[in-house]
């Protein structure tokens, strides 16, 4: 089985990387945990390079030794302007799995520039990344997302969000949402909810 772990590098320096070492500790112990997890600070290339770039493993947890390949790129965020509401069937996606059919299947299903995936009446995530909703006081993202992201982790850490139960009816209670991931902060991207198809 195949993961990926896509991680920041921002003016030669890897971000998180406390956080991502301990979301690929928990791939090992769950799918393979007879064999020792790679140490991300060891295996990552030192990049002393300016500017934002996306730095991927893809690693492969079977028995032996894990194998990876890294690869690197100079990060662009896309430009997404609304959102659509999209009802998903329950899958599992707790770890960043290689195989993405799922997510793929219901992106494919939108006319907006991404989606949000609601599960049994309850918001989740988008595509690619975790929901910050803002109600004009405080930040809140779901607690039923289907990863619980590296971003969102932090965040949560450094309380500048909570975790909060969030409907699809919910939404339009909030002014805006801000997409998160490992390579988007907090504000990088967001939509107004009114640009969110329901």
């Given at each position: 089985m195949r993961f990926i772990e896509s991680i920041k590098l921002q003016d030669g320096k890897y971000l998180n990387l406390v956080l991502h070492q301990s979301r690929v500790d928990g791939v090992f112990n769950k799918y393979n945990p007879r064999t020792k997890?790679?140490?991300?600070?060891?295996i990552l290339p030192q990049l002393d390079m300016k500017g934002v770039f996306k730095v991927r493993m893809i690693?492969?947890?079977s028995d032996g030794d894990a194998t990876y390949d890294i690869e690197y790129a100079e990060y662009i965020p896309r430009k997404i302007e609304s959102l659509q509401v999209v009802q998903s069937e329950l899958f599992d996606y707790s770890f960043k799995y290689e195989n993405r059919d799922p997510?793929?299947?219901?992106?494919?299903r939108a006319t907006a520039d991404d989606i949000i995936?609601?599960?049994?009446?309850?918001i989740t995530d988008g595509s690619y990344f975790n929901l910050a909703f803002w109600d004009g006081t405080n930040w809140?993202?779901?607690d039923t997302p289907?990863?619980?992201g590296i971003k969102r982790s932090q965040l949560i850490n450094e309380r500048k969000i909570s975790e909060k139960s969030i409907k699809e009816e919910d939404i339009l209670s909030f002014e805006k949402v801000s997409?998160?991931?490992a390579m988007l902060d907090l504000g990088d991207i967001e939509v107004?909810?009114?640009q969110i198809i329901t």
């Open positions: 997890s790679p140490t991300l600070e060891e690693y492969d947890v997510i793929n299947i219901l992106a494919s995936i609601a599960m049994n009446g309850s809140f993202t779901p289907l990863l619980k997409l998160i991931n107004p909810t009114d």
